[in-house]
């Protein structure tokens, strides 16, 4: 059978295809087939009848993306949109891109948009509640549009203080046994806070905000003993903290203040005797008004394609 599919308007055209038809070859590598484009035809031979189908109701997903919501599709629109036609959830491309606001901006200006369904949901969790749980695997945006969103209330001058910490479990937290000073034993474990921050701060604005500390970057053993107020307070990799541990991050805090705990439960680094303060906490403070957990899933990686691929066959084998 051979699929001939009209695309209406030539700026579509371009849309769908991606530049050098980038967009087209990854189509054709998911769909395994050859897709020629002649002006405004998509022609496709495919013995499959199904998978013709499938193909024909794929991209008329992508042209209504395309032309209605006036979306520069790229990569990661195409494999987003394959993974919801497997799950057989299609129809929600419509709610993420007619639906989709600026979470933020880059340090070039770049808008920022939540990328998946469940992102939406977590971006709205992040407006509307006072302390927000992200889970899910790596890759999903978890930190990263927390640390976006952060960064656009203290532009706002709705918060006073970012707070960004995450458990230095590789280290025990027994921080006096490593080289140099403070900072440079901290470093390597908030490594990832750190890029998120110059992707949209930039560098430079990044460590002046740090240096009148504006911007607080520490591992968790440091925030014991404090109430923080006007902050917005973000804990990272929240899987490796100790039942301890994360009762004493959440008694901190404070006032006009916001706590963002993300985390991976599938990658707990504690030792196999010590229960995980992010499963514990999940557990007993769901249903408590103004907390809000959200639960990302493989669909929601947002990485390099493979990523969830490999995700997947880690779940498979129960590893």
Request: negative net charge.
């Amino acid at each position: 059978m051979i699929l001939k599919t009209k695309i209406a308007d030539i700026n579509d055209v371009r849309n769908i295809c991606g530049i050098e038809n980038s967009n087209i070859k990854q189509i054709e590598e998911l769909f395994g087939c050859h897709i020629d484009i002649k002006g405004d035809q998509v022609v496709c031979d495919l013995a499959d009848d199904f998978k013709l189908h499938l193909l024909d109701e794929y991209f008329e997903m992508l042209q209504t993306i395309s032309h209605n919501y006036n979306i520069n599709l790229t990569i990661r629109d195409i494999l987003y949109i394959k993974n919801m036609q497997d799950a057989d959830n299609l129809e929600e491309c419509y709610t993420l891109y007619s639906c989709r606001h600026v979470v933020g901006y880059t340090s070039t200006n770049k808008p920022i948009y939540p990328k998946t369904i469940r992102q939406i949901d977590y971006v709205k969790a992040l407006s509307k509640f006072d302390m927000v749980f992200g889970i899910g695997p790596a890759g999903t945006g978890k930190t990263y549009l927390a640390v976006i969103h952060a960064v656009s209330l203290l532009k706002a001058g709705k918060i006073k203080k970012l707070i960004l910490t995450r458990p230095a479990v590789e280290a025990g937290e027994n921080l006096g046994f490593l080289p140099g000073d403070l900072k440079e034993k901290i470093d390597p474990y908030l490594r990832p806070l750190y890029d998120a921050l110059y992707d949209s701060l930039g560098r430079e604005q990044t460590d002046m905000l740090i240096e009148k500390q504006v911007i607080e970057i520490a591992p968790l053993a440091y925030m014991r003993g404090r109430t923080l107020d006007n902050a917005y307070v973000i804990l990272d990799e929240a899987q490796n903290t100790t039942n301890m541990q994360m009762k004493m991050f959440l008694t901190r805090l404070g006032f006009n203040s916001k706590m963002v705990i993300t985390g991976d439960i599938s990658q707990i680094d504690l030792p196999s005797n010590v229960k995980s303060g992010l499963k514990t906490a999940i557990h007993i403070l769901k249903g408590i008004n103004r907390i809000s957990i959200v639960e990302f899933e493989k669909y929601d990686v947002v990485r390099h394609p493979l990523v969830a691929k490999i995700i997947e066959r880690y779940d498979e084998e129960g590893v």
